[in-house]
């Protein structure tokens, strides 16, 4: 759910899905388009070479849109540079909420 700025109901459907090409099937693509969801997922090389061959345009990546997931992905793992993180141990939500919030000022402040 993400809330909203104003009155409303929450949206429950985002606006974009970003991925890596793992998830360039044609399931994921065509159940994505069925709900109006705009993917950003670049195509494996099979998937390009078949296109042609079948008739078929090739999709548009939005790069500005996938070069921001590469953010995403370093943030994570740097996260992950602390153990407590990266294994999980904590039994309840809200130590492992504490211990993220330690470690994004551990990364925030110098």
Request: hydrophobic letters at 30%; a positive charge; aromatic letters at 6%.
């Amino acid at each position: 759910r993400l809330s909203r700025c104003g009155p409303g109901r929450p949206r429950t459907r985002p606006a974009l899905v970003v991925a890596d090409k793992g998830y360039s099937s044609t399931k994921i693509r065509s159940s994505l388009r069925r709900r109006g969801i705009t993917a950003a997922i670049p195509e494996r090389i099979d998937q390009i070479n078949g296109r042609p061959r079948r008739g078929e345009s090739r999709c548009r990546l939005d790069r500005v849109a996938y070069r921001r997931r590469n953010v995403v992905e370093r943030c994570f793992n740097r996260l992950k540079h602390n153990k407590a993180l990266a294994t999980g141990y904590d039994k309840r939500a809200r130590h492992y909420q504490a211990m993220v919030t330690l470690a994004c000022l551990r990364l925030w402040l110098p």
